[in-house]
């Protein structure tokens, strides 16, 4: 059995050789759970960004060439090689990311069901005839590969977010320069280690570590790189748009979410109970998916609180190492200092803390599952992405107030609603402008369901059979003189 640490690199993966910074600069990986450093990895820049894409327009030229079958084959050792390490992998995600072990254990499950999902893909890139307006010419239509593809990618599922861009992206033909969050380096450079293992050609996956600035800054700049997708913030995604435009290069981005719990009088409130504590506390409330804001409608907003808060009470936080433990750290100290001003602004407009509000050490990365009552418009969580484990909730009369509230954000990534009334469950989902809908279900994502947010929660769609599309450019051929 392969341990964490033999699945740790400290260097930086291109064209199949593991390498320094150019400059020989390295940056710390910090345990959130501790504060301790873990290793370092290269501060990488702009020269190494070159020499990856280098390498991957390099390797573009073969592995575009190869079949489907072959492409698809490569991709089921990925998958087997991720499942062979589920344990290692795991234990390497938790010890730089926090979240509890069974969740980084499901997390790397996903990451090889995505990439499997993703070799069944690569055998259906079908392409059309076109039944032709003129009788002496032909119309087909095929799909072709789009070139080196650069994917940065966030520290909140470091290696399931990668693995949703790597596996199309191959499974098209393309190749990979992966620029992972400074913050969980190892979980994306292990997939250097897997690579080897699998077989996958040099230089078809490169994972570069350092800085983020300059390394997308060269990924949007260069004409070498045809597409750009990314997995962030809003305010950083937007960044990548306005620097993707000069090379005019296609675009797909995760960005971030709002996401509204709407309980209805008509729910079942024990399963509305349970979806809200998955949708909110997964991930310490680190996830896009999360839920932001928890409408409950008045006629059970006072048993809603008091059972919500009696199940988020179980919840156990500490080392994700642990066994037991169910809430880890938050990813840094930045993070835990936003949820404890986003608490202070809520308390001071009339929010009520129900439970948990504060650190009880001031220096660690932990901070307790919080629920704060007859929360307002006007507070910022009601705007922000909190993207921690603060759940507020809300009172509401209407369905027709509520669709409202739930639809006041620029952003539209997912939304849940609580519902028994089969006729209010397509009126609501429908009216719901966002991008992925949970009714009656609080965890909703799976590989062979389509990802992708409307408004400013993105751009494009991953996973699913949809998820390919944005790594294909289509060719239409003419012959003529027939
Ligand atoms: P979060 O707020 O969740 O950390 P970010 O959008 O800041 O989300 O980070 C997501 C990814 O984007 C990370 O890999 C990060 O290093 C990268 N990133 C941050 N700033 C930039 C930038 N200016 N150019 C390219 N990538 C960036």
């Known amino acids: ?80 090689c991720i499942l062979d390490h589920q344990d290692a992998l795991a234990e390497l995600l938790t010890r730089e990311q926090g979240k509890p072990l069974a969740e980084a254990r499901l ?78 380096p190892y979980s994306a450079l292990a997939y250097g280690v897997l690579a080897e293992q699998a077989g996958v050609p040099s230089g078809v996956i490169n994972v570069l570590t350092g800085s983020a600035r300059e390394i997308g800054g060269e990924m949007t700049g260069s004409p070498d790189v045809a597409k750009i997708t990314f997995t962030g913030s809003t305010e950083v995604g937007k960044l ?17 979410g709002n996401a509204p719990f709407i309980v209805f009088d008509d729910a079942d409130l024990e399963r509305a109970i349970g979806g809200a504590i998955a949708a909110k506390f997964r991930n310490s409330g680190q996830t896009c998916i999360c839920t932001n804001r928890l409408y409950v409608q008045a006629g059970i907003y006072d048993r809603f609180l008091e059972r919500f808060a009696a199940a988020a009470a179980n919840l156990t936080v500490g080392s994700g190492l642990e066994s037991g433990i169910t809430q880890g750290p938050l990813i840094d100290r930045s993070a835990v200092e936003k949820v404890e001003q986003i608490v202070a602004d809520a308390c001071t407009k009339g929010a009520r803390i129900v439970l948990g509000g504060a650190r009880r050490d001031p220096d660690s990365l932990f901070f307790p599952p919080t629920i704060l009552a007859d929360a307002r418009p006007n507070m910022r969580c009601t705007q922000e992405e909190i993207f921690g484990p603060l759940a507020p909730v809300y009172k509401f009369e209407t369905e027709d107030e509520v669709i409202k509230l739930a639809n006041d954000t620029e952003y539209g990534l997912a939304c849940y609603f609580y519902s028994r009334d089969l006729s209010r469950t397509y009126r609501v989902s429908e009216k719901l402008k966002y991008g ?28 699913s059979k949809y998820g390919i599309a944005d790594f294909l450019n289509i060719k239409y051929t003419c012959v003529g003189g027939i």
């Open 436 to 463: 992925l809908v949970g009714v009656n279900e609080g965890l909703i994502t799976t590989e062979v369901a389509p990802f992708g947010g409307v408004k400013q929660s993105g751009l494009g769609t991953e996973g």
């Open 107 to 184: 997390e790397v499950g996903a990451s090889a069901a995505y990439i499997l999902w993703f070799a069944e893909e690569a055998r259906r890139i079908y392409g059309d005839i076109i039944p032709s307006p003129w009788p002496d010419r032909r119309i087909t239509v095929t799909k072709e590969p789009v070139g080196v593809v650069g994917a940065i990618t966030p520290w909140n599922f470091p290696s399931s977010m990668l693995a949703r861009k790597i596996g199309p992206a191959l499974a098209a033909g393309c190749t990979v320069v992966a620029k992972p969050a400074t913050q969980t």
């Open 1 to 80: 059995m392969v341990s964490w640490f033999e699945l740790k690199r400290e260097k930086s993966f291109i064209g199949g050789v593991w390498v320094e910074a150019d400059s020989g600069a390295s940056i710390e990986v910090i345990d959130p759970a501790t504060g301790e450093i873990i290793g370092t990895v290269p501060n990488g820049g702009a020269r190494d960004a070159r020499r990856a894409i280098g390498a991957a327009k390099t390797a573009f030229e073969a592995w575009s060439c190869t079949t489907a079958d072959h492409r698809s084959k490569v991709l089921r050792r990925l998958s087997t």
């Open 240 to 256: 990548l748009l306005r620097q993707s435009a000069d090379t005019v290069k296609k675009v797909s981005m995760e960005l971030g």
